[in-house]
């Protein structure tokens, strides 16, 4: 008999083969779709890391200097007169970095399907990145305003009326950064799905 | 026989028997272990609920008036003078909302340690909780930054040299945000955890 070796008692042979041939097809299709999963996460690992290196450099690039000076003061702005958009180009820089150095473990996924504690670091790791994009990117945002908007209470004065290009430019950047924020948030829920699927 | 009703054929009865009872062992000890895993998280939601609606009042019951006065003018200040600490108590108030509402789930993963699907949902309404609770610190963290240092080339002004108990009132109910921040970081990997084990 050809399947004497396999772990099913040999009496109830019939019965039996069909039994782990119909666990076999089911946990096959299963496997794929988790495959797929899988895919999925690798791709969206790719654009997150586009978001969030665009992001760094529309940010670190940015500055402007007024067309009219003093005899001791140039009107210049660039991100690092904020250190909050300063933290904001680190963080971009170190989560593009983290995305990147997660793709391997992520092309390992798509082969080994079945893989469970390297997707749950995944998802920790996945998480504690989203706390820190997220913290980079609201910060960032709520200095935005202040400086599109002033508050009248504290006397701080909206510079966007003189720094209009630096404005718009230091706004536009803070799009990737919420992109990768939305796409982290994707990549937690994907790998929690893999690990109930498996 | 007893056990004629059990899905496994009865020729080879004592041999599947074992196996079987090998089997309910080693997943009772798996699932005494997932069912401390549920404890815990229950523990910790009780915390961050605590952690977030205290951040939610000490920022939401500060203010200050400065001791002099002008004809026209009365000095006092509120969290409600800067949008970004309004939707710091607003984001509190939504977060403690949501650990409570989560709570009876929680105490339904104590008793049903293998739902799987319930646990997805907490990952991503969990991560989702992470992202808005850590944009509303950070950003409130920023704007505390400038409220204490000030920025020389923006020309915004330290106003915590006047509001100066205003201002450790702010800066301390940031601390009950962050850690609410840490216990859903911690939430997530413990339902991941739990997912992989089940």
Redesign the interface.
């Known amino acids: 008999m050809e399947d004497s070796k396999a772990p099913?008692?040999?009496?109830?042979g019939e019965?039996?083969k069909a039994a782990v041939l119909g666990v076999a097809a089911s946990s096959g299709s299963r496997r794929a779709a988790t495959r797929g999963l899988a895919v999925l996460d690798l791709i969206l690992r790719f654009v997150a890391v586009i978001a969030s290196v665009g992001s760094a450099i529309a940010m670190g690039t940015t500055n402007q200097t007024l067309p009219f000076f003093t005899q001791f003061l140039r009107f210049k702005?660039q991100y690092s007169?904020?250190?909050?958009l300063t933290f904001f180009v680190v963080v971009n820089s170190i989560v593009a970095a983290y995305l990147v150095l997660s793709i391997p473990l992520s092309i390992v996924h798509v082969m080994a399907s079945r893989a469970?504690?390297s997707?749950?670091v995944l998802?920790?790791f996945d998480?504690?990145m989203?706390?820190l994009v997220?913290?980079?990117?609201?910060?960032?945002?709520?200095?935005v305003?202040?400086?599109h908007k002033g508050?009248a209470?504290?006397?701080?004065?909206a510079?966007c009326q003189q720094f209009d290009s630096f404005c718009e430019r230091i706004s536009g950047s803070l799009i990737g950064s919420f992109a990768a924020?939305a796409l982290l948030?994707l990549l937690?829920?994907l790998?929690?799905?893999a690990?109930?699927r498996?």
């Open positions: 099913v008692s040999e009496h109830g019965t039996s702005a007169d904020l250190p909050t469970k504690y997707r749950l998802v920790f998480a504690a989203l706390a997220t913290a980079a990117a609201s910060a960032a945002a709520a200095v305003y202040l400086a508050n209470r504290a006397n701080w004065f510079i924020m948030l937690i829920l790998s929690a799905a690990l109930a498996s």
